[in-house]
């Protein structure tokens, strides 16, 4: 049973530099054909897909996000981070780590918008929240 686990403060001050860190159990990131997602849902609103890192480290990222986005990994630890630079009180969320086969046709839309069933694992979830 693969499973996912968030890690990282959960209180960052405007204009700093957001860092997660999701570890993985179960299963390696780097298995063929995995593709390892940072997802994150505003409070009322939907999921909104971030970026993801495939299993021989390739990157994606959201249209939207990109110039303030870094997504690494590293292999010995099985674990993949999250970056999100210049945050403002919007970038508040549950930020999620998720596993899924490529879906880099949707992932290029601006327009795309995640859907639980898509992912077929996630981790709990960790809340940030971005405040003076």
């Known amino acids: 049973q693969v499973q996912l686990q968030e890690s990282g403060p959960g209180l960052v001050k405007p204009s700093q530099t957001l860092s997660l860190t999701c570890t993985v159990s179960?299963?390696?990131?780097?298995?063929?054909?995995?593709?390892w997602s940072w997802i994150r849902q505003p409070p009322g609103k939907g999921l909104e897909w971030m970026g993801a890192i495939s299993y021989n480290g390739g990157i994606y990222y959201s249209p939207s996000l990109r110039s303030r986005t870094s997504i690494s990994r590293d292999t010995s630890k099985n674990q993949f981070t999250l970056q999100l630079q210049s945050v403002t009180p919007e970038d508040t969320a549950v930020y999620f780590c998720?596993?899924?086969?490529?879906?880099?046709?949707?992932?290029?839309?601006?327009?795309?918008?995640?859907?639980?069933?898509?992912?077929?694992?996630w981790g709990q979830g960790t809340q940030v929240t971005v405040s003076s």
């Open positions: 998720a596993r899924s086969l490529t879906m880099r046709g949707l992932w290029a839309l601006p327009s795309y918008r995640p859907e639980r069933n898509e992912y077929r694992y």
């Open positions: 179960g299963g390696s990131i780097t298995t063929n054909n995995y593709y």
